[in-house]
């Protein structure tokens, strides 16, 4: 099982930027699609990015194209997530996780490992 720990949220201001990074431990993290989520107060948990284990094939959810970029390294264990322009509807907190395939991951279907505490992302003035 692969175990992922968020990092690099914070406070921003709209207009922003922040990177995001998801540590992963395992041998077979290379063999994931990875995604990352969010979840505001009262809202459910969405799909934000997925890419391919290979980092060929990403995927974004509408509101976030063109200002979010996710990214891999498989040497380093890590997925990223640079996010620019950053809205107060972008204010969640983002989730990583693994998934048999950027399909799934999209879909958010069955989830390789459990959900994380994942990293709090403010945007305010």
């Known amino acids: 099982q692969v175990q992922l720990v968020e990092s690099g949220g914070g406070l921003v201001q709209p207009g922003g930027s922040l990177r995001l990074s998801c540590a992963a431990s395992g041998r077979t993290f290379s063999s994931y699609a990875m995604g990352w989520f969010r979840q505001a107060p009262g809202k459910e948990r969405e799909f934000v990015a997925a890419?391919?284990?290979?980092?060929?094939?990403?995927a974004y959810a509408d509101s976030v194209k063109g200002r979010f970029t996710i990214s891999r390294d498989n040497a380093k264990n890590a997925v990223y997530l640079q996010m620019n322009s950053l809205k107060p509807e972008d204010m969640a907190v983002y989730y990583c996780?693994?998934?048999?395939?950027?399909?799934?991951?999209?879909?958010?279907?069955?989830?390789?490992?459990?959900w994380g505490q994942g990293t709090q992302v403010t945007v305010s003035s």
């Open positions: 996780n693994a998934f048999t395939s950027i399909g799934a991951a999209t879909r958010m279907d069955s989830a390789i490992s459990s």
């Open positions: 890419i391919s284990w290979n980092g060929r094939l990403t």
